[in-house]
């Protein structure tokens, strides 16, 4: 099985492929490879040029839908070569976000493109995608979607684990009593960070690599107390979030009229992340382990420290996911939930009145359609992590 991803940094479409199986009620999942390749630099350049809050044409629209789901079909050919070798069953589509429409705290739609047909007609093999949507038409946010995976994964901890995803923007799974899950987004991680890197540097860098310009920096009492008043952060979760509001423009509002140095700046942002995970879940964690671009940010992840005394933060690696592949993997078990018509969220999980059997599936050359309800498995209560390649 392959699951495709590309995040709220829309800068490269990550594969990772694994085999799940079954055993008496503990979904086993052998990790066989992962690998990202960027986005052609031209289709990088017209998605950025659409994205909030710069206006589009559906033409525009129309031309990123094709492009987009042609390079994640480049990519899965890849994956189920190089990583599969050459068969897989299923291949598993996030697609890119574009949208997530969120109004008076309620996410009233969300936009993935990247069509799914594209990937089954080069691989031959059914696609599973567009798993947010169906969520939010049962009234939850649709974000983050990893809450299925985080809670079966982390099921085993002791104490009081949550999972930590740091991409554009922070989401975290915070276990509930009753094997439940909440899952919900902190604020940004990245995508300030990278969107002030590039200011700053006149797009000379994409982001701040190791956070060097973080680290030479200090942190600005006034201005991060600014930023800490965005009322996201005081809403309750279940809540979603992106960069139709954590933007350039955004930050440039909150600067004030004497903006900082670059390095400040920076740290001043790092802060920001830190500041706003730990606020989320700090009363009770015992450990967090964190995925993403953001754990390749030292200064991030000794920020993230500080201001979590006495919890051990540690890397979704260390517990045998990759953190680069993590979220791709996520989405690989939710389409083997779809496939075999079993919910993709636990329930309270999102804020949905339901769990819901996520997306829909493209067949592929041999035509078929997924087993659903009668393929008679049951959902399972656990998800182990076995060694692979």
């Known amino acids: 099985m392959v699951g495709l991803m590309s995040g709220t940094s829309h800068d490269a479409v990550d594969a990772a492929a694994c085999e799940l199986r079954l055993d008496d009620g503990t979904l086993v999942l052998t990790p066989l490879g992962h690998l990202s ?24 629209v129309c031309r990123l839908d094709t492009g987009i789901g042609q390079a994640f079909a480049d990519v899965a050919v890849r994956a189920v070569a190089e990583l599969c070798g050459g068969r897989a069953d299923l291949v598993v589509s996030h697609g890119q976000t574009v949208f997530h429409w969120v109004q008076d705290a309620a996410v009233r739609g969300t936009l993935q493109i990247g069509e799914a047909a594209w990937i089954a007609e080069a691989t031959g093999l059914p696609v599973a995608s567009g798993l947010r949507t169906r969520d939010v038409a049962a009234g939850g946010q649709g974000a983050p979607l990893v809450g299925l995976f985080d809670a079966l994964w982390l099921a085993g901890r002791p104490g009081s684990a949550v999972a930590l995803n740091l991409g554009g923007i922070a989401n975290v799974t915070v276990r509930t009593p009753g094997g439940g899950a909440l899952a919900f987004d902190t604020g940004p991680a990245c995508a300030l960070l990278d969107a002030a890197t590039r200011h700053v540097t006149g797009g000379r860098l994409a982001f701040d690599a190791d956070g060097a310009l973080a680290a030479r920096g200090r942190v600005l009492p006034e201005l991060l107390a600014r930023l800490l ?4 952060y005081a809403r309750a979760a279940p809540k979603s979030t992106g960069k139709e509001l954590f933007h350039l423009d955004y930050l440039l509002d909150h600067l004030g009229p004497t903006p900082p140095s670059a390095e400040d700046l920076l740290a001043t942002l790092v802060a920001l992340t830190a500041r ?8 009770g964690a015992t450990e967090v382990v964190a995925s993403g671009g953001g754990t390749r940010n030292p200064v991030l992840m000794a920020a993230l420290r500080e201001e979590l005394p006495g919890v051990a ?35 309270g999980a999102t804020g949905a009145r339901r769990a819901s059997v996520l997306g829909s599936v493209t067949p592929g050359a041999g035509g078929g359609f997924p087993p659903g309800a009668s393929s008679g498995v049951r959902r399972p209560g656990r998800l182990e992590v076995a060694r692979g390649g």
């Open 276 to 283: 706003t995970v730990a606020d989320a879940i700090r009363d």
């Open 313 to 347: 933060v540690r890397t979704s690696d260390e517990l045998g996911v990759p953190s680069q592949a993590k979220e791709a993997l996520a989405f690989a078990v939710l389409g083997w939930h779809t496939w075999h018509g079993l919910p993709g969220v636990l329930p």
């Open 229 to 232: 008043d965005e009322p996201y």
């Open 37 to 60: 390749v960027p986005y052609p630099p031209a289709l990088r350049s017209e998605l950025v040029a659409t994205l909030p809050p710069a206006p589009t044409t559906l033409e525009a």
